[in-house]
């Protein structure tokens, strides 16, 4: 009689369970309640004392359960549970309600390119370098370094949570001068990072944790993974206005005009060469004045510095801005990264600096990070810190890098040079094609904007970010005719057109 009627009740419950997940399938808006519900009536259908009759897959600690060797009511309930998702998950995935994200805006442009089967596809988004031949390229102190390291048999043990301290030694070294102060009287804090992005978040989840009421103050536009970086720190933003495209250069008056108007204490990330996507960077002139605003306002600078040696050639030339600021007394913020200047992108090896006043603020400041890093990758990997420990440590591998550096940089001038030729003798409108000549870097923002950039990829197979973005890296002398045509095509034919859309879409300026 007992026995039937839980049979009874069991149908039932399985009945509900059954009508509640068609229902669930019918609709999303109320996806996630009645998924709670359907789990619960499931647990209750299929936990003892009804479940006797329902077949599970073979689970050591259901067993263990069921034969009573388990009191903990905690880890009782929480198995139950576990067992009974497994479950529920055979006709309906526990995931329905996670959405399809877009595609990243930069490194999706190279899935789209991989997926072309045009002979004429040229990939300009990413910011990789490709030798002429249009072949990523392997530095040959890299391949030296790495050829060193196998000789000596290094081991793989861990490294400590703020990296090798070879590699942090000559970063710092590399980035501030090896003579500077801040070195000398041990007021860097460096920890090795996940490259520049990893080493931008490590930073940006220190701000969010010790100045949880400061903003960050990024360019318009910028590097699209810092907001990205920002969001997922929870650290709220803001843009000041860089780019002026009626002039296709710097708006000066009206970044230093925001980086007034910003909340007192605030973090400015600044590029510190080579800006990215516009590669138009201040004067030296200008960025004194830029450093008289953050001071007047107690901001922190705030440096992403990713292409040092790539935009000038020089390694020094391209950490002027950095140590302008350290020699005016800023305590200040400094991601670095390898990716570029040493082709190591997929080492992920780069660093995080924070300059203090005090080597004691240093000290701390130092526990606070790797304390940070522990929860989320506990320690960095050795393979690239040992080659950048191996390169810039040694007088005859860094001598040697640095040639090859100016040959990288040099061979980018070179294209930049020849499209701007193309551009300037095929565009017969007479347009003034000289911005691509001033701009400095990877990178040369054409002032195409989306539509026109679709167009480039739509009809010409030439692969870029939507904002205009071309990577001259990716770019060959070979190659320079066939994109002054295509950019002349997509910007006169499509003027139209994209400036209705350009009007329509207008970028958000604060987020959270
Ligand atoms: N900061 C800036 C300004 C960058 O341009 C990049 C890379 C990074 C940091 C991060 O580089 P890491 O490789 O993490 O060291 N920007 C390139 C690479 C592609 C990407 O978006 O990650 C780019 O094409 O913009």
Request: aromatic fraction near 10%; proline fraction near 5%; hydrophobic fraction near 40%.
């Amino acid at each position: 009689m007992v026995g039937s009627r839980r049979l009874l009740i069991k149908n039932g419950v399985v009945v509900v369970y059954v009508v509640l997940s068609v229902l669930r399938w019918r609709s999303h808006r109320i996806l996630r309640c009645f998924d709670r519900m359907a789990s619960a009536l499931a647990s209750v259908a299929l936990s003892a004392p009804f479940a006797r009759g329902v077949p599970l897959p073979e689970n050591p600690m259901v067993q263990r359960i069921g034969a009573g060797k388990i009191h903990d009511n905690r880890l009782f309930k929480g198995k139950a549970f576990r067992r009974v998702s497994m479950a529920v998950s055979v006709n309906v995935s526990r995931f329905d309600g996670v959405t399809m994200a877009p595609p990243d805006p930069i490194l999706g442009v190279s899935e789209a390119f991989r997926a072309d089967t045009s002979d004429l596809k040229l990939n300009l988004g990413v910011g990789a370098y490709r030798t002429e031949e249009l072949q990523p390229y392997v530095l040959n102190v890299v391949e030296k370094a790495e050829k060193l390291m196998l000789e000596r048999g290094e081991n793989k043990e861990y490294l400590p949570i703020e990296g090798l301290a070879a590699f942090n030694k000559v970063t710092a070294e590399l980035l501030f001068g090896a003579d500077n102060p801040v070195i000398q009287e041990g007021r860097v804090a460096t920890i090795q990072g996940l490259s520049g992005t990893g080493s931008l978040r490590l930073a940006a989840a220190f701000i969010q944790r010790y100045f949880s009421d400061a903003k960050a103050l990024i360019s318009s536009p910028t590097w699209g993974n810092h907001k990205n970086i920002f969001n997922d720190a929870r650290v709220p933003w803001s843009e000041y206005r860089y780019y002026d495209p009626r002039t296709v250069g710097l708006d000066f008056d009206g970044m230093v005009a925001d980086i007034k108007a910003a909340p007192d204490g605030s973090f400015v990330l600044l590029h510190g060469c080579a800006h990215n996507p516009t590669g138009i960077d201040p004067t030296p002139d200008q960025w004194e004045k830029i450093a008289d605003v953050i001071q007047e306002k107690n901001h922190i600078p705030f440096f992403d510095v990713a292409y040092q040696g790539f935009a000038s050639g020089s390694l020094d030339a391209d950490a002027y801005s950095v140590r302008l600021f350290v020699r005016r007394g800023f305590e200040l913020l400094v991601a670095q990264s390898y990716s570029k200047n040493l082709g190591l992108y997929a080492e992920r090896i780069g660093a995080i600096n924070v300059v203090c006043s005090s080597p004691d603020a240093g000290t701390r400041v130092k526990s606070q990070l790797k304390r940070l890093a522990r929860p989320m990758y506990s320690n960095p990997p050795v393979h690239g810190a040992r080659i950048v420990a191996n390169v810039v440590g040694d007088p005859n591998l860094f001598n040697e890098w640095k040639q090859e550096m100016e040959l990288m940089a040099g061979r980018i001038k070179n294209v930049r040079q020849r499209l701007y030729e193309n551009l300037s003798q095929k565009d017969e409108s007479g347009k003034d094609w000289s911005f691509v000549l001033k701009q400095i870097g990877m990178f040369s923002y054409t002032g195409l904007n989306k539509v026109q950039s679709e167009h480039m990829m739509d009809k010409w197979h030439i692969y870029m970010t939507k904002d205009g973005r071309i990577s001259l890296a990716g770019l060959s002398l070979s190659k320079c005719e066939y994109l002054a045509d295509a950019i002349i095509d997509s910007f006169h034919n499509l003027f139209t057109a994209a400036l209705l859309v350009s009007k329509l879409v207008r970028p958000s300026k604060v987020n959270v």
